[in-house]
């Protein structure tokens, strides 16, 4: 297979950035639910963030990995 075309890196650059955002808001989320293990408001709070890092971590996992194949059919 070679390589991807050359706009496929430059396009890479915003699903890496979703991907990273995401991981981040998982792993702070997943810790507050920890350090506020007693409290049912602040994890259920906590719950949803953790659902939104996982949605924006999924999403820019998939986004990354149609920029790839499409560079690869591009070319």
């Known amino acids: 297979m070679g390589r991807p075309a050359q706009d ?11 991907t990273l955002i995401g991981v981040v808001t998982t792993f702070g ?11 049912g408001g602040a994890n259920i709070g906590a ?3 953790a659902l939104l890092g996982l949605a924006l971590l999924a999403g820019g996992c ?11 059919l591009h070319r």
């Open 8 to 18: 496929t890196w430059y396009l890479l650059r915003l699903p890496l950035i979703l």
């Open 29 to 39: 989320a997943l810790t507050w639910n920890r350090l506020s293990c007693c409290e």
């Open 47 to 49: 719950g949803m963030l």
């Open 62 to 72: 998939l986004w990354g990995i149609v920029t790839v194949v499409a560079g690869y």
